[in-house]
């Protein structure tokens, strides 16, 4: 009965011509281009249970097959962005700068570039996600540290960034319900890889998050989203494009995710290497990607240069100003920076063979983290905090048979040594290095 319904659903254009979704998915099944109207009653009428799954899912891959122009892309990011709250910023003074990371193994920058670019007098108000699948999500990360409130009333969110420049919290608004709903469909249906559609997904969300000029890191690699290059520049370009639609400045940086960040993956644990690396003892990788988004982002901010930014965010870091403001950041927000446990089981995973590392496998590390319950399986999942890993060996390490590859964090049961040797490839010869920031584009 329903079925018959929703088949009939009709909609009148301004011109008073009838709409379908029928009619509009054979029009895009045939690669015409939709009209704003059409794409509104498609989306909309979907989120209002309107529209069926299956015909939302048939639409989803006429658009993969077809691919979508970009006014397509830019209505769909339209409608999707004013289908929940649109975060109001105003009443905080200056320019509000945020960043957004496609995600990867280890990726704890949000947790050093927030306090970091504030200490640079430049406002950041982030709302930030937990984790589901391989990778961690920032919320979990910071609730690793004992108190630390990430649920801010709007009122305590925008006081606190007025006052110290930073705050890190959970998402309370409901940003692009319309594209919540979408993406649980695409991850179903086997249309989720279309640059369209992720940069009208990711973009709906950050532009309704109310900062003045977004920073984005595309990760690229083995371990990301984007496998290669090329199909990453397109996604970036896209959202400085679709950025520009808005009239919000956009800088994408292209990242290398061909192994995790820095040396340590779990929640807590990331916390750990965020704090080191606040105090000028980070690992090469995860420093060169933090100085340069905060870079960008403070030139952003203050309209400088990059260089001369990357001057004051040098500074800062060396001389403890951004730990300063972390620190302020988590008092802030009552946590309490002494008391981040992590597991006291700990085990010692030994090399096999001698040779030069030339791969590790972020993905399949990622998976075996979340075995351990460091990430959840589903959106209501209960996360262990403590257990995780850190790697005494990146690519392009030598290492020595029986030598320490990697410490294992857990309180499961053993963990499978075999598998996480496997994540491994250890060779004769070294192999070529690839950039750790491949471009920036604008
Ligand atoms: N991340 C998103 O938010 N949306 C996508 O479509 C893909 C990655």
Avoid: W
């Avoid at 029928?22 to 690669?31: E, L, P, S, T």
């Avoid at 899912?57 to 077809?66: C, K, P």
């Avoid at 933090?290 to 982002?297: D, R, W």
Wanted: overall charge negative; glycine content about 8%.
């Amino acid at each position: 009965m329903f079925f018959y319904v929703n088949f009939f659903i009709l909609c009148y254009t301004k011109n008073g011509d009838s709409m379908n979704i029928i009619d509009i998915i054979n029009k895009k099944r045939k690669d015409g281009i939709l009209t704003f109207e059409e794409i509104e009653f498609a989306i909309n009428g979907f989120l209002n249970d309107e529209i069926l799954d299956s015909q939302m899912s048939s639409l989803l891959m006429a658009m993969v097959i077809n691919g979508m122009s970009d006014q397509e892309t830019f209505d769909m990011t339209d409608i999707m962005l004013k289908s929940g709250d649109i975060v109001d910023l105003s009443s905080i003074n200056g320019i509000k700068v945020d960043k957004h990371s496609t995600g990867g193994v280890g990726d704890k920058t949000s947790l050093i570039v927030v306090p970091l670019v504030a200490s640079c007098g430049v406002k950041v108000a982030k709302m930030s996600g937990r984790g589901l699948g391989h990778t961690g999500g920032t919320i979990d990360k910071l609730e690793s540290i004992d108190g630390f409130n990430v649920n801010l009333s709007e009122e305590s969110f925008i006081k606190q960034v007025n006052e110290i420049g930073c705050a890190l919290i959970s998402q309370t608004f409901e940003l692009a319900p319309a594209d919540k709903k979408i993406y649980a469909l695409r991850d179903k249906t086997a249309t989720v890889e279309s640059i369209p559609l992720i940069a009208a997904s990711i973009m709906s969300k950050k532009l309704a998050s109310g900062a003045d000029k977004i920073v984005i890191d595309v990760k690229v690699g083995e371990d990301a989203f984007m496998k290669e290059i090329d199909s990453a520049r397109e996604l970036a370009k896209l959202m400085v494009k679709i950025g520009k639609n808005k009239g919000k400045e956009v800088v994408c940086v292209l990242t290398n995710m061909e192994q995790p960040l820095g040396n340590h993956i779990g929640n807590a644990l990331e916390v750990h290497e965020a704090i080191k690396t606040l105090n000028n003892d980070g690992p090469k990788d995860l420093v060169s990607v933090v100085m340069t988004l905060a870079s960008i982002m403070v030139s952003l901010g203050k309209s400088i240069s990059i260089e001369d930014a990357k001057t004051e965010v040098e500074e800062n870091l060396r001389n403890g100003k951004a730990y300063q403001k972390f620190k302020d950041m988590v008092a802030y927000q009552q946590g309490n920076i002494e008391n981040i446990p992590v597991s006291k089981h700990v085990f010692s995973i030994k090399s096999s063979k001698t040779g030069f590392i030339t791969e590790i496998n972020a993905y399949r590390l990622g998976m075996i983290e979340r075995s351990m319950n460091a990430n959840r399986f589903n959106q209501d999942g209960l996360i262990d905090a403590t257990v995780g890993f850190v790697l005494n060996k990146k690519i392009g390490d030598y290492v020595l048979e029986n030598e320490e590859l990697l410490k294992v964090y857990l309180n499961t049961n053993d963990v499978n040594v075999k598998e996480v040797l496997d994540c491994f490839e250890i060779k004769d010869n070294l192999a070529q290095e690839l950039p750790l920031i491949y471009e920036i584009i604008k």
